[in-house]
């Protein structure tokens, strides 16, 4: 029943900028906090942020802070992810989760950084 699916992925050059998107459904949207995690071939899944329910309070990993903005829009049950000045070290395939812990998890969106 609960359903969250990404968008937004593709390629880009290094310095461009891309936004994710993760339209939620199933569950009452506005009480949970959601998060973004990234996985690179060969690597752990790694948290990139995170968005209290209201909106009011974010956290980033340090890689992407300041080049990268969650938000949310609990009108319309979607979280975002605004990626600025990427990198190659961006690509991964990007992930919403509902909350912080539990098994549900959007199905990934692919995003590439090459020139």
Same mark, same amino acid.
Not at 5 to 28: I, K, Y
Not at 58 to 72: E, N
Not at 103 to 113: C, H, I, K
């Given at each position: 029943?609960? %359903?969250?699916?990404?968008?937004?992925?593709?390629?880009?050059?290094?310095?461009?900028?891309? @936004?994710?998107?993760?339209?939620?459904? &199933?569950?009452?949207?506005?009480?949970?906090?959601? $998060?973004?995690? @990234?996985?690179?071939? &060969?690597?752990?899944?790694?948290?990139?942020? $995170?968005?209290?329910?209201?909106?009011?309070?974010?956290?980033?990993?340090?890689?992407? =802070?300041?080049?990268? $903005?969650?938000?949310?829009?609990?009108? =319309?049950?979607?979280?975002?992810? %605004?990626?600025?000045?990427? =990198?190659?070290?961006? $690509?991964?395939?990007?992930?919403? @989760?509902?909350?912080?812990?539990?098994?549900?998890?959007?199905?990934?969106? %692919?995003?590439?950084?090459?020139?």
């Amino acid at each position: 029943q609960v %359903q969250l699916v990404e968008s937004g992925g593709g390629l880009v050059q290094p310095g461009g900028s891309l @936004r994710l998107s993760c339209a939620a459904s &199933g569950f009452t949207f506005r009480g949970f906090a959601m $998060t973004w995690y @990234r996985q690179a071939p &060969g690597k752990e899944r790694e948290l990139v942020a $995170t968005i209290s329910s209201a909106g009011d309070i974010t956290t980033y990993a340090d890689s992407v =802070k300041v080049r990268f $903005t969650i938000s949310r829009d609990n009108t =319309k049950n979607t979280v975002y992810l %605004q990626m600025n000045s990427l =990198k190659s070290e961006d $690509t991964a395939v990007y992930y919403c @989760r509902r909350g912080a812990t539990g098994n549900y998890w959007g199905q990934g969106t %692919q995003v590439t950084v090459s020139s």
